[in-house]
């Protein structure tokens, strides 16, 4: 059973543009939902991440929407450049249980 | 850089036999976890180790074990290889043990070929 699920698999934006990825958990108890990037030969490094006490938390140009009644939460990726291009995957979490990924979507960003 | 790293880079073995990974901690960190990635899937939870006891572990068989050391440095030892364990395996290192508060840092991960 799938308790992250990730979409889309993969995703095609042009330079500046917003890219968008989706997820959505089942396990209300789930209290740290954190985004991770990672480019080929390397391994996943922490993007940003929230706790669903707010509804949407933003580093620079990169955007966490939190929606805790649908159980869903997406990384928005404003103006995209091709340094971008990587795959990204959703988690969840609580407390001292291990992570639980999605299964990543591979963004590319082309000029 | 995370300044954890993974040794070897890549590996090949046969079914059946054995293989042991190796990883090295950012100095200070406490905790170690080991994650299996299949291609094209998200880090599945293998172990976590804490001052060189294991504190956790997810769905994965016996054969599937590891060690901490004093040093930072921690081992995942599988044996009896089989086909679909071809993967790439990522440790992290982190100071604490809650996921939801430490973070993790990852290594490059060493590439496992079963054949």
């Known amino acids: 059973q799938q308790q992250v699920k990730q979409s889309p698999q993969s995703l095609i934006v042009q330079k500046g543009g917003i890219s968008i990825i989706n997820c959505a958990y089942e396990n209300t108890a789930f209290d740290y939902f954190p985004w991770y990037q990672q480019f080929p030969g390397k391994g996943p490094a922490l993007l940003i991440a929230i706790r669903p006490d707010v509804s949407e938390k933003k580093e620079g140009r990169f955007t966490i929407s939190f929606n805790k009644s649908a159980k869903q939460f997406s990384l928005h990726i404003m103006d995209s450049q091709p340094g971008d291009s990587a795959t990204y995957f959703c988690?969840?979490?609580?407390?001292?249980?291990?992570?639980?990924f999605g299964k990543g979507t591979r963004l590319s960003v082309i000029a | 850089e995370t300044g954890v790293t993974q040794s070897p880079t890549h590996l090949i073995k046969t079914r059946g036999q054995q293989v042991t990974l190796r990883c090295s901690s950012q100095s200070g960190h406490n905790t170690v976890s080991w994650y299996q990635q299949a291609l094209g899937q998200g880090p599945q939870f293998i172990f976590q180790?804490?001052?060189?006891?294991?504190?956790g572990r997810g769905n994965f068989p016996p054969r599937f074990s590891g060690l901490q050391f004093p040093n930072y440095s921690s081992e995942l030892n599988v044996n009896a290889l089989e086909l679909d364990d071809s993967a790439l395996y990522l440790c992290?290192?982190?100071?604490?043990?809650?996921?939801?508060?430490?973070?993790?840092?990852f290594g490059p991960g060493t590439r496992l070929t079963v054949l």
């Open positions: 992290a290192s982190s100071f604490g043990l809650a996921y939801s508060t430490d973070t993790q840092y």
């Open positions: 988690a969840a979490s609580r407390g001292n249980t291990p992570l639980v």
């Open positions: 180790y804490y001052r060189e006891e294991e504190n």
